[in-house]
Nanobody, 116 residues
Framework: VQLVESGGGLVQPGGSLRLSCAASGFTFSSYAMNWYRQAPGKERELVATITITGGSTNYADSVKGRFTISRDNAKNTVYLQMNSLKPEDTAVYHC??????????WGQGTQVTVSS
């Protein structure tokens, strides 16, 4: 079982990044998927969630209007499109698979750094 994030990197303020999380070894289409982030010295923050079919999404107030979560069940992948990035978006971003009240799987994370 794996969740592997990619797409992180260094970007200037106002820039964009698209994170991907590729799943394998479990039935991806049976899980809601979430993106979390954790910055040094801060608590982990739930950034975005998407339901099994992708029909419903939710976002933290801090990213609403700038980030978009989506999924492709045929590719077993969930995405996080991040626009208008700010220095405070700097963190390690993790994807997580959620079902029946618990998180079954987590990815190792990808670093996003927003700096000029």
């Amino acid at each position: 079982v794996q969740l592997v994030e990619s797409g992180g990197g260094l970007v200037q303020p106002g820039g964009s990044l698209r994170l991907s999380c590729a799943a394998s070894g479990f039935t991806f289409s049976s899980y809601a998927m979430n993106w979390y982030r954790q910055a040094p010295g801060k608590e982990r923050e739930l950034v975005a969630t998407i339901t099994i079919t992708g029909g419903s999404t939710n976002y933290a107030d801090s990213v609403k209007g700038r980030f978009t979560i989506s999924r492709d069940n045929a590719k077993n992948t969930v995405y996080l499109q991040m626009n208008s990035l700010k220095p405070e978006d700097t963190a390690v971003y993790h994807c997580a698979a959620y079902r029946r009240g618990r998180y079954d799987y987590w990815g190792q994370g990808t670093q996003v750094t927003v700096s000029s």
